[in-house]
């Protein structure tokens, strides 16, 4: 019985150690792996997100566009809208420094996240906390290039930001 504990516990020490190492590769020391901040600042130059300044709620604010039937709305800002169903509309298109709001119309809580799935790193601005229920947050995207997203939550959920 004790040969079969010890063996379980070593099973699980294993387990443990591989899981923060995958969680902690490529990382610099001295750097801890934190959220990338809701606000879609540029890069600094150093690699790194600065820390956020201003929240990124919109409440709402006017001129930020809205979705259409098109599969793709050519605009310099955008909404995409949440719902259990998934983002709509699911392909959107702006020109650099243009802006999405995304805006959770659901009765559950949704993320939105860069692709891939779950490391998040085509386009980490997109990274963003949970959002409730009629919660939204607006991205800028600053560089140009086809970016691809995803309700972390309901990782079925995707979406596709083509910046021009």
Same mark, same amino acid.
């Given at each position: +019985? /004790? ?14 150690l591989?899981?923060?190492?995958? +969680?902690?590769?490529?990382q610099?020391?001295?750097?801890? !792996? ?10 600094d130059g ?6 956020? *300044?201003?929240s990124a709620d919109?409440?709402? !604010? ?5 979705p259409q ?9 955008? *909404?995409?809208s949440i ?9 959107v298109?702006?020109p ?10 659901d009765? /559950?809580s &949704? /993320?939105?996240?860069?692709?891939? &799935?779950?490391? &998040? *790193?085509?386009y980490p601005? !997109?990274?963003g ?12 995207f600053? /560089? ?6 995803h309700? &972390?939550?309901?990782?079925?959920l #995707?979406g596709t930001? *083509?910046? #021009?």
């Amino acid at each position: +019985m /004790q040969k079969g504990l010890g063996i379980g516990i070593a099973v699980i020490l294993v387990v443990v150690l591989i899981a923060v190492f995958w +969680m902690f590769r490529g990382q610099p020391a001295g750097e801890t !792996l934190l959220p990338v901040p809701p606000t879609a600042t540029p890069l600094d130059g150093t690699g790194r997100f600065p820390s956020p *300044t201003a929240s990124a709620d919109t409440g709402g !604010l006017p001129g930020v566009g809205s979705p259409q039937a098109s599969p793709t709305v050519p605009t310099s800002g955008a *909404t995409v809208s949440i719902a259990t169903t998934g983002f709509s509309p699911a392909t959107v298109s702006v020109p650099v420094n243009g802006t999405v709001t995304f805006t959770n119309s659901d009765t /559950q809580s &949704h /993320q939105v996240s860069s692709d891939p &799935h779950p490391i &998040h *790193t085509n386009y980490p601005p !997109l990274n963003g906390d949970v959002l409730a229920p009629g919660q939204s947050r607006t991205v800028t995207f600053t /560089q140009a290039g086809t970016f691809g997203y995803h309700d &972390h939550l309901n990782p079925g959920l #995707r979406g596709t930001v *083509t910046v #021009r």
